[in-house]
C-alpha cells in the first residue's frame, strides 16, 4: 500500500518555492542595495516573516507531513522531499499508532503517528494524502492502538528541529 498526495499537498509544494523566490528576491534588495530611505521595520519584519514561513514549510510541512509511505509485508519505507531521504522501518520495530485531529478555518483533519522507542516517526494526515483511510485502516490491523493524542501546535514546532 501506497499513500498518494492530495492537491492540496502539492500547494505546499508551490508555496515553499514561492517563499523561496521571495526571499532571493527581496533579501539582497533590502540589505545589499543598501536603501537608507526604507523605514527600519519593513526590513525586519519582511525577511523575518518570509524566512520563518520558508523554514515552516519546509521543515514543518515538507519534511514531516508531505511524506510516501509505503507499507509492505514486513517492512515500511518512508520517502522525504521526493525521495532523496527514504528511510525504512521493519513492522515489528514499531510500538504502534495513535491517532489526532486538527480543527481550523479550512475543516477538521485526522492525523495518524506511527511510534518506535515512545517517539514519532511516521505522521499521515487526511490533509495531504487523498487514500488516508485506507492506509489508516491497513495500519489498524496491522499495529497496536495506542490511544488519542490531543493535538499541540507546541509539539509540532518541536519536532520541527528533531
Known sequence: MKTKFTFKALL????????????????????????????????????????????????????TKCITLIIEKNEITVKRFFGIFTKSYKISEIEGWKYSHLTGKGGTYEYTYLYKNNNKIIKISQFHHRNYFQVKNHIQGKFKYLGYEKFSYIHEFKEIFK
Open 12 to 63: 505546499v509544494y508551490i508555496l515553499s518555492i514561492a517563499f523561496l523566490y521571495l526571499f532571493i528576491l527581496i533579501i539582497p534588495r533590502i540589505f545589499i542595495e543598501g536603501d537608507y530611505s526604507m523605514p527600519l521595520f519593513p526590513k525586519i519584519f519582511l525577511p523575518s516573516i518570509i524566512t520563518f514561513s520558508f523554514i515552516m514549510l519546509v521543515f514543518g510541512e515538507i519534511r
